[in-house]
C-alpha cells in the first residue's frame, strides 16, 4: 500500500503533456511540443570547455554537500553584480536543480498545518512541494486583466496567523510577467508588518528578459533576512540537464538547507558544478544571443496567436512563454468534442491540432494555457497555424 503522502501528491502537469506527446510521437503522429519549459538551445562553448576541463582534471570525488568553495565564493559575486545582494559563501546552498533548492526549503521551514501563499499563476511543483511538507496552499488569483499580477490588498487580505510563506516567481512561469521594483516594494509594505512570514522569490529566468530591470526581493533591507533567494543555470545558459540550482538565504536557514540535503541526495554533480562556475562568472553579454532569439520569437508567437480569434493575449515581458486566456472557447463544441475547461482545450489541441501545450489549472489559472516558445520559428509557425485551422472548426 502506496503512502498518503505519494497518494496525494498530483502528477507534474508539464511532464504528463510531455509524456503524452511521446506516446503520440511514438504511434508515428507528427507533434509539435510547446509544452516544456526547456530552451531548445545547445549548452554555450565556453562552459562545455569547463567541464571537459574539469574531467581532465580528474573532477571525480563526491562533492562538498552545500557545493565547491570556489563556485559558492562565483555565486555570491553573482548575487552581488547582479542583484545587488551580499551574500556570504555560508549563506549559499548547491543543490541538484533549484526544484531541490524550493524542496529543500520547504522541508526545513514548513510544519504540518502551516499556509503557503501562491500567488497565482504560479509554477507548477510549488503546490506540490508545499503539499509534500504536509502545509496548505492558498492561492491568490490573478487575471490577463492584471497583467497576471497581485495587489498588496489581495496579499494583506490572504495572510492569516498560520501563513508562514509566500512564494514569489519573477519573470514568471508561466505568464511571463515581470514585477517591477516599485511593484515589489509595494508587496514589500504589506510583508514588513508580518515579521512571521517568509519569502521565497525564485529568479531563475532573471536574463531572459525583455527591458524590465529585474529586482530581487531581498535588496528590500527589512526583508533580507526573511527571503531567501532562489536561482540557476538551467534557464538562462541552456543548462536544463546539468540540474544546478542554489539558494542566497539567512544562514541558519542555509545550514538547515545543508543538513536536509545531507541525508537525501548529497552534494551536486561534481563536474556540473565545475561548468556553473564559469557561466555564473560570465558577463551576461556571452548569453545575449539566446534572449535576442528569444524576443524574436515572442514578437512571432504574439503576432500569429494575435490573428485567432477568441485568444485574448497579453505581452510577457520575460521568460519564453505565452498565457493566452482561452476561456472564450469554454463551452463549445469543436468537431464533435466539448470544451469545458482548459484542460479539455489543451487536450484538443494534443488530439486534433498535434501541437502539445499546458492547462493553466495546473499553474492556479483555469482559464488559460501555456505555450512555451522555446522551439525555433518554422515550429511555432506551424504550431500556431494547425492551431487556427483546428479552431476554426
Not at 3 to 17: D, K, V
Not at 56 to 79: H, T
Not at 333 to 359: C, P, Q
Not at 365 to 390: F, G, L, M, Q, W
Request: glycine share 6%; charged share 20%.
Amino acid at each position: 500500500m502506496l503512502s498518503n503522502r505519494i497518494n496525494s501528491l498530483p502528477a507534474s502537469a508539464t511532464l504528463s503533456m510531455a509524456a503524452k506527446a511521446r506516446e503520440l510521437k511514438n504511434q508515428g503522429i507528427d507533434i509539435i511540443g510547446l509544452s516544456l519549459g526547456e530552451p531548445d538551445f545547445n549548452t554555450p562553448e565556453f562552459i562545455k570547455d569547463a567541464a571537459i576541463q574539469a574531467v581532465n582534471d580528474n573532477y571525480n570525488s563526491y562533492s562538498p554537500v552545500d557545493g565547491y568553495a570556489d563556485l559558492k565564493a562565483a555565486i555570491c559575486e553573482k548575487f552581488k553584480r547582479d542583484n545587488g545582494l551580499d551574500y556570504q559563501p555560508s549563506q549559499v546552498v548547491v543543490s541538484t536543480g533549484a526544484k531541490q533548492s524550493i524542496a529543500n526549503l520547504c522541508m526545513v521551514l514548513l510544519d504540518p498545518g502551516d499556509e503557503v501563499l501562491l500567488p497565482a499563476p504560479y509554477w507548477v511543483s510549488y503546490s506540490a512541494i508545499a503539499t509534500l511538507a504536509e502545509a496548505k496552499s492558498t492561492i491568490i488569483p490573478s487575471s490577463i486583466d492584471s497583467d497576471f499580477k497581485i495587489t498588496p490588498e489581495q496579499l494583506e487580505a490572504a495572510i492569516t496567523p498560520k501563513t508562514k510563506l509566500v512564494m514569489f516567481n519573477s519573470p514568471n512561469n508561466p505568464s511571463g510577467t515581470i514585477y517591477t521594483e516599485k511593484e515589489y516594494r509595494a508587496l514589500g509594505e504589506v510583508l514588513k508588518k508580518y515579521p512571521d512570514i517568509y519569502i521565497l522569490s525564485d529568479e531563475i529566468y532573471e536574463h531572459i528578459n525583455y527591458g524590465t530591470p529585474h529586482f530581487s526581493i531581498a535588496a528590500i533591507e527589512a526583508l533580507y533576512d526573511r527571503t531567501i533567494t532562489v536561482n540557476g543555470v538551467a534557464k538562462a545558459f541552456a543548462m536544463t540537464g546539468w540540474r544546478i540550482g542554489y539558494i542566497g538565504a539567512p544562514e541558519w536557514i542555509a545550514k538547515a538547507c545543508n543538513k536536509m540535503q545531507g541525508q537525501m541526495t548529497s552534494g551536486a554533480n561534481c563536474i556540473a558544478q565545475r561548468a556553473t562556475i564559469a557561466a555564473v562568472s560570465a558577463p551576461t553579454t556571452k548569453i545575449q544571443y539566446m534572449v535576442d532569439e528569444f524576443n524574436n520569437r515572442r514578437s512571432l508567437i504574439l503576432k500569429l496567436l494575435g490573428e485567432i480569434p477568441g485568444l485574448k493575449l497579453n505581452e510577457p515581458k520575460g521568460a519564453f512563454y505565452v498565457f493566452p486566456d482561452v476561456s472564450s472557447y469554454f463551452g463549445k463544441t469543436i468537431n464533435g468534442k466539448k470544451i469545458e475547461n482548459a484542460n479539455d482545450f489543451a487536450l484538443f489541441l494534443l488530439e486534433e491540432a498535434h501541437v502539445a501545450t499546458v492547462t493553466g489549472e495546473a499553474f492556479g489559472n483555469p482559464d488559460c494555457i501555456r505555450i512555451s516558445y522555446a522551439a525555433s520559428e518554422d515550429e511555432i509557425k506551424s504550431a500556431v497555424e494547425r492551431i487556427k485551422k483546428a479552431l476554426s472548426q
